[in-house]
T-cell receptor
Framework: AQKITQTQPGMFVQEKEAVTLDCTYDTSDPSYGLFWYKQPSSGEMIFLIYQGSYDQQNATEGRYSLNFQKARKSANLVISASQLGDSAMYFCAMRASGNKLVFGAGTILRVKS | NAGVTQTPKFQVLKTGQSMTLQCAQDMNHNSMYWYRQDPGMGLRLIYYSASEGTTDKGEVPNGYNVSRLNKREFSLRLESAAPSQTSVYFC??????????????FGSGTRLTVV
């Protein structure tokens, strides 16, 4: 069965510093995709970044990068130069068989000024 | 704006009442999904429809039914609401993106309270 584990229920980071949010996954499928979503207090799900299992390079999108370590089955999100607006819930997710999206429990990030 | 539209945004039901959550997408996506979000548990899949005319159970289907009315619309029905179904419900659709991977677009959510 496919599973996503996020072990950090909550994180604090100082404004302008970098922060890493952890995500490990479990799947036996050779082809899969990993996603990170941001959910601010307003509740919408905002897509941040995608990593395919066959992608050779780590994905980057502006201040977001995904540290993909396939052998360790980890897909950590790195946010550089944190901003107050980054305070939100962050979900790691994996595209599973049947194109279903399986989510982790999430990490609440608080950025301090 | 293109995307996934869910109605209603808020709903309060009494135990035993029924209701249908509506979802429509205008991105010509084949696959559609219903998730529920509870505190500390992330989003859990209730039902999904891989293509028009097909539906399958997800992780937590008990107490729900779905209908894929056409390619655009996927509805979720609670036949006899229970307090355990108090949650935030998200509809989503998926399809190939410009970057050639399957991306997922979410509706804004429905906050349902069953009293």
């Amino acid at each position: 069965a496919q599973k996503i584990t996020q072990t950090q229920p909550g994180m604090f980071v100082q404004e302008k510093e970098a922060v890493t949010l952890d995500c490990t996954y479990d799947t036996s499928d050779p082809s899969y995709g990993l996603f990170w979503y941001k959910q601010p207090s307003s509740g919408e799900m905002i897509f941040l970044i995608y990593q395919g299992s066959y992608d050779q390079q780590n994905a980057t999108e502006g201040r977001y990068s995904l540290n993909f370590q396939k052998a360790r089955k980890s897909a950590n999100l790195v946010i550089s130069a944190s901003q107050l607006g980054d305070s939100a819930m962050y979900f790691c997710a994996m595209r599973a068989s049947g194109n279903k999206l399986v989510f982790g429990a999430g990490t609440i990030l608080r950025v301090k000024s | 704006n293109a995307g996934v539209t869910q109605t209603p945004k808020f709903q309060v039901l009494k135990t035993g009442q029924s209701m249908t959550l509506q979802c429509a997408q205008d991105m010509n996506h084949n696959s559609m999904y219903w998730y529920r979000q509870d505190p500390g548990m992330g989003l859990r899949l209730i039902y999904y429809s891989a293509s028009e005319g097909t539906t399958d159970k997800g992780e937590v289907p008990n107490g729900y039914n779905v209908s894929r009315l056409n390619k655009r619309e996927f509805s979720l029905r609670l036949e006899s609401a229970a307090p355990s179904q108090t949650s935030v419900y998200f509809c989503a659709s998926s399809g190939l993106t410009g970057a050639a991977y399957y991306g997922y677009t979410f509706g804004s959510g429905t906050r349902l309270t069953v009293v």
